[in-house]
Structures are given as structure tokens and as C-alpha cells.
């Protein structure tokens, strides 16, 4: 059983920069593929980057060249460094596996973008 707990967020203006970080329990962590997804009010949840256990990355669309993440495999954690942010990143984060396990949704944390 793996525990997934989201830190980061908050309240930043178009343009700025915000580091989400998920701290993970459970000794094989380093053998899952990490994603971070958000879910916007009113729309579905959805994966914005994935991260194998080699540090292979994939990314949406919408976040491609602006959102990067990472992994310490040390320390069990995901990280994702968001950059240029837009007023549409708004959203709750949430790390999961890649593909999700229901079990392991967390409370995720919330970004907000808007001036």
C-alpha cells in the first residue's frame, strides 16, 4: 500500500512559478511510473506528466515546455516545477501512479493562477 501526500500550491499570478512536491510511503515506489494530474472545476481529472522509474518523462499538450517533473527515488518524491503559469492551470493537483490506483488519491493541493 502506497500513501500519497501533495504540498505546494497556492495562489500565484500569470507568469509566476510554482513547485509541487509529493511525498510517498511504501518501499516500491521506485518501480512505479509517477504522474501528476489536475482536475478543474466542472471538468475531469487528468494527467498533466508522467515520470517512469528511469526518469523517462511524458507530458500534455497544455504544459509542454512550461511544466517539468521530477523524482528522487531516495527520498520517494515527485516533484513538479510549473512554470509560466496561465489562469487555465488553475486546478487541484494530484500525484498518482501512472496508470491511477483508485486507493491511492490524496487530498491534493490546490493552485490557483489569476491576478
Known amino acids: 500500500q502506497v500513501q500519497l501526500v501533495e504540498s505546494g500550491g497556492g495562489l500565484v499570478q500569470p507568469g509566476g512559478s510554482l513547485r509541487l512536491s509529493c511525498a510517498a510511503s511504501?518501499?516500491?515506489?521506485?518501480?512505479?511510473?509517477m504522474g501528476w494530474y489536475c482536475q478543474a472545476p466542472g471538468k475531469q481529472r487528468e494527467l498533466v506528466a508522467a515520470i517512469t522509474g528511469g526518469g523517462s518523462t511524458n507530458y500534455a499538450d497544455s504544459v509542454k515546455g512550461r511544466f517539468t517533473i521530477s523524482r528522487d527515488n531516495a527520498k520517494n518524491t515527485v516533484h513538479l516545477q510549473m512554470n509560466s503559469l496561465k489562469p487555465e492551470d488553475t486546478a487541484v493537483y494530484y500525484c498518482?501512479?501512472?496508470?491511477?490506483?483508485?486507493?491511492?488519491w490524496g487530498q491534493g493541493t490546490q493552485v490557483t493562477v489569476s491576478s
Open positions: 498518482n501512479t501512472d496508470p491511477p490506483r483508485r486507493s491511492y
Open positions: 511504501g518501499r516500491a515506489f521506485r518501480f512505479y511510473t
